[in-house]
């Protein structure tokens, strides 16, 4: 065996809410922003299918389980829907949200299969947008209301917690890009959007040490590795300001307990320091991380600036840099990402000699490709080579990471069935297991009988 993983290595995959429930206002949910955003503007999301379609995981648990079996997992990572447990964001739990969590989570460790459970993944109930999201203080208290009612509920089957998923996407894709609602362009906000949710986090991380002593909690990040086009001076400059937006922003608060004080100093050069309160820092530097999940699709290339930016734009990172396409890079044409396994060996590296060699996990890779119909093979399962060998590729770099004394516990890939994926709806397929739409019928592709093999044997 060329690659093989230590006893007890987390073999599974990650999928979300919104993502993967459907029965998206049935059982007394209330909306989330994704609910509101398709209504209003239904031609934003691909082919026109909205947060309803998706792979109704909440009619299909008992038997998604028994797929999870059939795929080789040994974890699984999902989150809870705010707005389906607590649709009074003051009130109190939706029983039948309760229930339908239980019999998950606990289905789940008595099968064998840890479950990974999240609090938040892109998915701010409509009233609490309405209060002003992250934007507001008072949605802070409410998350940490919210975090401690699913620790008192669910604490005795769920051991391992995330606080967030990828917090920088909500920050960037709803205050400054506008992927996601509530689509402002407002670098200001941005900035306070990102200091409540590192602090969010925090207040999280406490309420869980003080319900589940026994519990590990941690935060999903999306690190992207930011690589110089060149050892130029001015291209090593632009890299090191894009690590410190894209990676450190959350990096360091959640692993440290203190923001990088080169960042503070950026932030506060172009006018958009957050409103803090006086013991809010004290809150964050109690109360870090006990792991990592992170998030590994693509690397972030960058280069100096080739023009002056415009001083009346509202502020973006890239004020300091420009994106850079290097030539001959491998790309996933399907998402425009670049294919660069390597990247996870660096992180793994990184995390070793600069946060402590925490505790980690890879919680989300995976290759989203379009039209995987023509690749159905003669017994009908569709022949994703592709991903095998993307996956193989990743776990190869991991391993060396490992192998040098990196603290990785697993490997969850995106996803387990297709999913809907936000404005992307159904475009590229992600799972192991195929769905059809029409009929919600699920069928294990090639890589999923791979994947089993693989968590069987913990190598290849
Ligand atoms: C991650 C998210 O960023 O990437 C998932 O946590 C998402 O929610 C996944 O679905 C794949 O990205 P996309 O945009 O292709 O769905």
């Not at 206002?25 to 922003?33: G, L, N, S, V």
């Not at 509530?182 to 306070?192: F, I, S, T, W």
């Not at 996870?344 to 995987?372: K, P, T």
Request: glycine content about 6%; charged content about 25%.
């Amino acid at each position: 065996m060329d690659v093989k993983f230590p006893e007890g290595f987390y073999f599974g995959s990650a999928t979300s809410a919104a993502q993967a429930e459907g029965a998206h206002t049935a059982d007394h949910k209330a909306p989330d922003i994704w609910d509101l955003w398709f209504e209003e503007e239904p031609y934003k999301f691909h082919g026109g299918v909205g947060p309803a379609d998706t792979s109704t995981f909440f009619e299909h648990w008992r038997e998604d389980i028994e797929l999870l079996h059939e795929t080789g997992h040994n974890s699984f990572r999902t989150s809870i829907s705010w707005s389906r447990l607590l649709p009074d964001p003051e009130g109190d739990p939706n029983p039948e949200a309760v229930e339908f969590y239980r019999n998950v989570f606990g289905t789940l460790r008595d099968e064998g299969i840890e479950p990974f459970v999240n609090l938040f993944h892109f998915d701010m109930p409509v009233a609490l947008q309405e209060r002003g999201g992250w934007e507001s203080r008072e949605v802070v208290d409410l998350y940490e209301r919210y975090a401690r009612i699913a620790f008192e509920l669910f604490g005795d089957v769920v051991k391992r917690w995330y606080t967030f998923n990828e917090p920088i996407v909500h920050v960037e894709c709803g205050y400054l890009q506008q992927y996601h609602y509530p689509c402002k362009v407002d670098p200001k906000a941005a900035a306070q959007v990102a200091y409540h949710t590192a602090l969010a986090s925090a207040l999280a991380v406490r309420a869980c040490h003080e319900v589940l002593p026994d519990a590990k909690i941690g935060i999903v990040l999306n690190l992207t590795p930011a690589y110089p086009r060149s050892e130029n001076p001015a291209d090593a400059r632009a890299a090191h300001i894009a690590e410190l937006f894209a990676n450190k922003s959350f990096l360091d608060p959640s692993v440290h307990g203190a923001y990088d004080p080169e960042l503070v100093e950026l932030i506060k050069k172009h006018g958009l320091m957050p409103v803090v309160d006086e013991t809010d820092l004290a809150i964050i530097l109690d109360n870090t991380v006990d792991y990592l999940g992170v998030n590994f699709y693509q690397p972030l290339r960058v280069c100096a600036r080739a023009s002056l930016p415009n001083p009346e734009a509202p502020f973006m990172p890239t004020y300091y840099y420009d994106v850079y396409a290097m030539p001959g890079r491998r790309m996933n044409p399907h998402r425009g990402w670049e294919i660069y396994p390597h990247a996870l060996y660096d992180i793994a590296i990184n995390l070793r000699d600069n946060y402590g060699n925490i505790e980690w996990i890879v919680s989300e890779n995976g290759m989203g490709v379009e039209g995987e119909e023509k690749f159905r093979g003669s017994d009908g399962a569709i022949q994703d080579d592709y991903r095998i060998d993307f996956i193989k590729e990743h776990l190869t770099e991991l391993a060396r990471g490992i192998d040098e004394g990196s603290n990785c516990i697993g490997y969850h890939l995106w996803t387990f069935i297709d999913c809907w994926s936000w404005l992307n709806a159904y475009k590229n397929r992600y799972g192991l297991v195929e769905l059809d739409l029409e009929t919600q019928e699920r069928r294990i592709k090639k890589s999923g009988r791979w994947y089993k093999q693989l968590a069987e044997s913990r190598g290849f």
